[in-house]
C-alpha cells in the first residue's frame, strides 16, 4: 500500500499504518430486509475500478475511523473526512 | 604488496599499509583496506571468480560495478554476493558458487565442451518433456545442477537485523555523479529537504575514474554542507506510486519525496565477438574502476576494443595508470580522438575484435577490419594480449524512471533505448536522458561467421548470438517472447548489459530496427536484494502483564497468548485445576480485554452491538454477552458491567481485544452516537480468585463486605482490597465462587503478593492459564474462536437464550439471526465425556457411522470428574444426552458420549455460593 492517508486527527501518513474497511456500505435499516438484500449487504462489494469512498481505521495512530475517498486504480487519495461520533469529533 | 597493484592513483579508496586478511575458497589471502572482495582477488592475480550458469566456463571480473554476474559468490555462507562492490572485512570466509569440483576444475564444463547440439535454446522444455514419467528423476538431476549457490540452513549473520525507516522529503535523487551531486545542491541551495542516493561507496560516479576526482570530493562536501541527507552505498530498488525504496547495508528507506530526480547515468555495454566472456575480457569502465579505485593492474598488456571516444580515453587513462595498451581496435573508420594517443599506442581504425582466445583467461586477440553494417571480413592479425578492454556505447540507466511510467523511446543519435514523456513530479538530470550523442561506429555483428566459438549476448544466463539467432528462427521474434524462451536479460544483471544487444541481435535477424523490438518491462527490483530485508524484521510488540516476573518466581512456564505472554502452569496443570476446586486458585487474568464505555447513549450503543439486552442492566450488576458479525456469526464473547447509568466496563477475551475495539468504534462512527470508548486494557491489570474459600481468603484484605448476600453472584463492587482501590466482579468463568479484582496496573504486584502471601488457614495457590482452560471445559463454557469459527452463530453453539430477537431495537446481526433462528442449521457444539485413558486430539474428526461428522474443539483431562471432557461440533440429531458418537485419533475410533448440561456442578450451585 504505497500512498499516504490523510488522518483528521494525526495529518498524512503512510497506509501501512491503518486497516481498511471496505467500502461504505449502506446498512439495512427499519424494516426487516429481503434475503437478497441481506446478502447483497454480507456478501457483494462494488469492487469497482475508480473512485469510492472507504473505511480506514487508524490502528498504528489515534486509533479511529476515517473514510477515505480512493482511486483503487492508482491508490491516490483525493480526500478523507472524519466519520461521526463522540469518537469522531 | 602484490604484484599486481599499481603506483599510488589519484583518488585511490585504499589505504596502504593496512592489511587485511581473509580467505577465499580456503585459502588465506590478503588485501587492504578499502578494497573490495575482488579487487583484493585481482591484486593477488585471481582471474577466474566464478563458472557461469549454463557452460560453466571460467569466468572472471567484467563490470566491476556490481551489474554482471560474474563475481557472485558465497561469503560467511550466504550466496550471492557481489564481490566486485562487497566491501572486504577482516576474516571474511569467500567461496565460489557454482563449480564442482573445484573453481578451477569443473567437471561441468564438459557441457561446454561438447557443445551445442545438446543445449540449443529451449534444451530442458524440448529435451525433458518424454517420457513424461521419468519427470521426477531428470527434475533431481536438473535442481543438483542448475542455480546460482546453497541457501544456508541456517539464517546467517547478515540478514539478522533488517529495519525499514520512513523518510518524508522534497526532493529525492537517485545517483550521486555530477548531475546528481549538482541537482541535489541546486534543490537544497533552494531550501528543500532533500535525500541524494548512490549505490557506490563514495560520491562522484564515473568522475571517480575519469580524473575529476578532487571535483567529486568537492561537491560531495558541499552537498553535505547544505544538509542532504547522504545515503550510500544506497541502491534505488523500484517506484512505488512515488514511494522509493532505498536498500542501504541492513536498512530499506522508504522515501517518499514531492520531486524525484534521476540521475542513475548510464551503463557501458558490451561488444559482441567470439570468447567475449573470457577472463581478462572487461568493460572499459571495469578495467579503470579497478585500475583508478583500488590501483590493480586488470592486466599487463591491453587490447582495447571499441566503437566510440570511450576507448580512446580508456586507452589513455590505462597507460597513465601505468598498464600496457598494445592497440585500440576501432570500429570508426577515422575515429576523431586518435590525436590525443601517445605515440606508443597504435590504433587500428575500421577494425574490431573478432574472437578472444584462451581457455582459462584472455592470450590473444584476433582483429578484423569492419565492413558496412557491421559485418567483419576475415582475420587480418593477431596480438598477444592479456586484458581486453571493450566499448560498446552506453545504455541509460532508466529502469526507475520507466517504472515511474515514462515511455520508452528508441534514441538514433546513440542507438540506445531511452525514457520518454516523464510522469509529472519526475525528472531526469544527466546521461540517464541518453541524448548525449557522440560519434559512434558500428556495432560489430559475427553474423554469417562458422566458427565453433561462442559470443555470448547474455552473461548471466549463458545466451550466445547463435542462439538467438536460432530462437528468431523458430519464430520467437518479438523480444518479450524471445526473452522468455531464451531467459536472456532474466539473470542478476536484469538486462542491464544483454538488454541492447539482444534487440540489436534480433533486429538484425528480422530485418527489422531495434526501434520496432523495443525493451522488456522493467520490474522491481532493480538491485538485488536479500528478502529477508524486505521482510523486514518481526515488530508485532509482545505484551506482558504487570505480573510477569511473578509468574517467573513462580516458576510459571510462559507461552505466548495472542499478543501476550501468559504463564501457561507453574508445574502441575491438573493439579492447579483441582486446588482451585478445594480451596483457592489465583489466576492472572489482566490480558483481559477492558473498555470503559461512556455517555448518553451508552446503554442504546451496547443494545445496538450485542445481541442481548443491556440497558436493563442494574447498577452494580454484570451480564455476559457475546458479540455477533452482521452475519450473525460469533466473534467474542465478554461480560458487561453497569457502573452507573451513563457507565459501562466491557470485557473481552485477550486475542480478541484489539477486533472488539476497532468493531465498537467502526459502529460509533457510523451510528454517531454520544458515547466515548476507552481502552483500559493496558491501564488496568486483573486476577481471579477462585475456589470455595476464595471468601474466606479475600474478607479479610478488604473492606468490601464479600458474605454471599451482600456481593452475591453477577454483582460488583468497588472498595480497597489490600489497600489498592479495586472493581471486584463475581463472576464463575472457572465454575466456583470466585471474584474477578480489577485495579490500576501499578498495584497488581502489591495485591498478587498480599493475596498469595498472606498466612492464614486458606491455601491459596496460583494456577496457570492451562488450570483456566480445565476448568472452563468442566463448566462448557466456551471461548470463542477455540470453540468458534466463522460459521458459528449462537444458535449453532448452543447458546440461543444470548439472543433476544424480541428486543425493539435493531442490533448488528439481528437479520441473519432471525433467518437463522428458523433453521436448525447443520452441526451444534456439545459437550462430550470418554474415559480418563482416552483424551482426543484437538481438531479430530468426529465419526458417525464410519464418515466425518464434525470435529473436536476443546479436550481435556478432568481430574476432579475422573474423565475426559470436551467440547465438540456434532450434527443436530446428536445434540441430546446420552447420544454416542466415535472420535478417530491414530487409526482407532474413541468412543464419546454426549453431555449438554455442565459436566461439573450443572446446577450452577457452587459459583453462586
Known amino acids: 500500500m504505497p500512498f499516504l492517508l490523510d488522518c483528521p486527527h494525526c495529518g498524512p501518513r503512510e497506509a501501512t499504518e491503518f486497516v481498511y474497511g471496505g467500502e461504505v456500505m449502506r446498512r439495512p435499516t427499519g424494516r426487516p430486509p429481503s434475503r437478497r438484500e441481506l446478502s447483497s449487504y454480507l456478501y457483494f462489494r462494488e469492487n469497482i475500478p475508480g473512485p469510492q469512498r472507504e473505511w480506514w481505521f487508524h490502528s498504528s495512530g489515534c486509533g479511529r475511523w476515517l473514510i477515505a475517498n480512493r482511486d483503487t486504480r492508482g491508490g491516490a487519495v483525493a480526500a478523507t473526512e472524519a466519520a461521526g461520533g463522540a469518537e469522531g469529533s | ?913
Request: with cysteine.
Open chain 2, 1 to 913: 604488496m602484490s604484484a599486481r597493484r599499481l603506483p599510488e592513483q589519484p583518488g585511490e579508496l585504499i589505504r596502504r599499509g593496512r592489511e587485511i586478511g581473509f580467505t577465499f575458497d580456503g585459502t588465506e589471502r590478503r588485501g587492504l583496506e578499502g578494497d573490495t572482495i575482488a579487487s583484493a582477488l585481482a591484486a593477488d592475480g585471481q582471474r577466474v571468480l566464478s563458472r557461469s550458469f549454463k557452460y560453466h566456463r571460467p569466468r572472471g571480473l567484467f563490470c566491476c560495478s556490481g551489474q554482471c554476474p560474474n563475481c557472485l559468490v558465497d561469503v560467511d555462507g550466504a550466496p550471492g554476493v557481489r564481490a566486485c562492490t562487497e566491501p572486504l572485512r577482516e576474516g571474511m570466509e569467500v567461496r565460489h558458487l557454482n563449480a564442482w569440483p573445484s573453481l578451477e576444475f569443473d567437471a561441468m564444463r564438459a557441457v561446454d565442451r561438447v557443445g551445442r547440439p545438446f543445449t540449443p535454446p529451449g534444451f530442458y522444455y524440448k529435451t525433458f518433456m518424454r517420457p513424461r514419467r521419468l519427470w521426477p528423476l531428470y527434475e533431481r538431476g536438473i535442481r543438483r545442477v542448475a542455480g546460482l549457490g546453497r541457501l544456508p540452513a541456517e539464517p546467517s549473520e547478515r540478514q539478522t537485523r533488517a529495519d525499514h525507516r520512513t523518510r518524508h522529503a522534497d526532493v529525492l535523487v537517485v545517483g550521486g555523479g555530477r548531475a546528481g551531486l549538482e541537482a541535489a545542491a541546486d534543490a537544497a541551495a533552494a531550501g528543500a529537504d532533500v535525500v541524494l542516493a548512490d549505490d557506490g561507496p563514495v560520491l562522484g560516479g564515473r568522475m571517480l575514474w575519469s580524473g575529476f576526482q578532487a571535483e567529486a570530493a568537492a561537491l560531495a562536501r558541499h552537498v553535505a554542507e547544505l544538509g542532504v541527507e547522504v545515503l550510500s552505498p544506497g541502491s534505488a530498488l523500484g517506484w512505488f506510486h512515488g514511494l522509493v525504496p532505498i536498500w542501504q547495508d541492513d536498512v530499506i528507506h522508504r522515501v517518499r519525496a514531492a520531486s524525484l530526480v534521476v540521475a542513475t547515468g548510464t551503463i557501458p555495454q558490451p561488444l559482441p565477438f567470439r570468447g567475449n566472456d573470457l577472463p581478462g575480457v572487461l568493460l572499459c569502465d571495469g578495467a579503470l574502476r579497478l585500475a583508478t579505485l583500488y590501483a590493480v593492474a586488470p592486466g599487463t598488456r591491453a587490447v582495447v576494443c571499441t566503437i566510440d571516444d570511450e576507448g580512446i580515453d580508456a586507452a589513455i587513462s590505462l597507460a597513465e595508470a601505468g598498464v600496457e595498451v598494445a592497440a585500440i581496435v576501432d570500429s570508426r573508420p577515422a575515429p576523431a580522438g586518435a590525436e590525443r594517443l601517445s605515440s606508443g599506442v597504435e590504433l587500428i581504425a575500421g577494425s574490431t575484435v573478432l574472437e578472444a582466445h584462451g581457455r582459462a583467461e584472455v592470450r590473444a586477440v584476433s582483429v578484423a577490419s569492419v565492413e558496412a553494417g557491421g559485418i567483419p571480413g576475415p582475420t587480418a592479425r593477431r596480438i598477444e594480449c592479456d586484458l581486453v578492454a571493450v566499448s560498446g556505447g552506453r545504455a541509460p540507466a532508466a529502469s526507475l524512471l520507466m517504472q515511474a511510467g515514462a515511455r520508452v523511446a528508441y534514441h538514433d543519435a546513440t542507438g540506445a533505448f531511452v525514457a520518454a514523456d516523464l510522469p509529472p513530479g519526475v525528472r531526469a538530470v544527466g546521461s540517464v536522458r541518453g541524448i548525449e550523442a557522440g560519434e559512434r561506429g558500428p556495432v560489430p555483428s559475427v553474423r554469417g561467421d562458422r566458427s565453433g566459438g561462442r559470443c555470448f549476448v547474455c552473461l548471466c544466463e549463458d545466451v550466445t548470438e547463435k542462439d538467438v539467432n536460432a530462437a528468431v528462427a523458430e519464430g520467437f521474434d518479438s523480444i518479450e517472447l524471445a526473452k522468455r524462451y531464451l531467459t536472456a536479460t532474466m539473470g542478476p544483471c536484469q538486462g542491464r548489459m544483454c538488454q541492447l544487444p539482444s534487440a540489436r541481435s534480433i533486429a538484425r535477424e528480422t530485418g527489422t530496427d531495434p526501434s520496432e523490438i523495443g525493451v522488456t518491462t522493467a520490474r522491481p527490483p532493480i538491485a538485488a536484494v536479500p528478502l529477508g530485508l524486505i521482510a523486514g524484521r518481526q515488530h508485532e510488540p509482545g505484551s506482558r502483564s504487570a505480573l510477569d516476573a511473578q509468574h517467573r518466581e513462580l516458576g510459571g512456564a510462559m507461552d505466548w497468548a495472542g499478543i501476550w505472554r501468559r504463564a501457561y502452569d507453574y508445574g502441575d496443570p491438573g493439579a492447579e485445576a483441582l486446588h482451585v476446586h478445594r480451596e483457592a486458585g489465583l489466576i492472572d487474568v489482566s490480558p483481559l480485554g477492558k473498555f470503559l464505555v461512556q455517555g448518553p447513549d451508552a446503554a442504546e450503543f451496547l443494545d445496538r452491538v450485542y445481541p442481548n439486552r443491556l440497558s436493563t442492566l442494574d447498577e452494580m450488576r454484570i451480564r455476559y454477552g457475546v458479540l455477533v458479525t452482521e452475519a450473525g456469526r460469533i466473534m467474542d464473547d465478554g461480560t458487561v458491567c453497569r457502573l452507573d447509568h451513563e457507565t459501562f466496563y466491557v470485557t473481552t477475551t485477550t486475542g480478541g481485544s484489539a477486533a472488539v475495539l476497532q468493531w465498537l468504534r467502526w459502529w460509533l462512527a457510523e451510528w454517531g452516537m454520544e458515547v466515548r470508548i476507552t481502552d483500559l486494557t493496558g491501564t488496568l491489570g486483573a486476577m481471579n480468585l477462585a475456589g470455595p474459600r476464595s471468601r474466606d481468603a479475600l474478607a479479610p484484605l478488604t473492606e468490601i463486605d464479600v458474605g454471599g448476600e451482600a456481593f452475591p453472584y453477577l454483582h460488583a463492587r468497588t472498595g480497597r482490597v489490600a489497600g489498592v482501590e479495586c472493581l471486584v466482579l463475581r463472576l464463575g468463568f472457572v465454575g466456583e465462587l470466585g471474584y474477578e479484582i480489577h485495579m490500576p496496573s501499578v498495584h497488581a504486584r502489591r495485591l498478587w503478593s498480599t493475596i498469595l502471601g498472606t498466612p492464614g488457614p486458606v491455601d491459596v495457590r496460583p494456577a496457570g492459564l492451562e488450570a483456566q482452560r480445565i476448568l472452563r471445559l468442566e463448566k462448557q463454557h466456551l471461548i470463542p474462536s477455540q470453540d468458534t469459527d466463522s460459521e458459528s452463530t449462537p444458535y449453532g453453539a448452543s447458546l440461543p437464550w444470548i439472543v433476544k430477537l424480541d428486543k425493539e431495537q435493531d442490533f448488528l446481526g439481528r437479520w441473519s439471526l432471525e433467518m437463522e433462528s428458523d433453521h436448525p442449521g447443520t452441526e451444534k457444539l456439545v459437550g462430550f465425556t470418554a474415559p480418563r485413558d482416552q483424551a482426543a486430539e484437538e481438531g479430530a474428526a468426529v465419526v458417525v457411522d464410519g464418515a466425518p461428522a464434525g470435529r473436536v474443539t476443546s479436550c481435556r483431562v478432568s481430574e476432579v470428574l475422573d474423565r475426559t471432557v470436551g467440547l465438540a461440533w456434532v450434527p443436530p440429531e446428536l445434540a441430546q444426552d446420552g447420544a454416542e458418537f466415535g472420535i478417530a485419533s491414530n487409526g482407532s475410533i474413541l468412543p464419546a458420549t454426549v453431555t449438554t448440561e455442565p459436566f461439573y456442578d450443572p446446577e450452577g450451585e457452587r459459583q453462586r455460593a
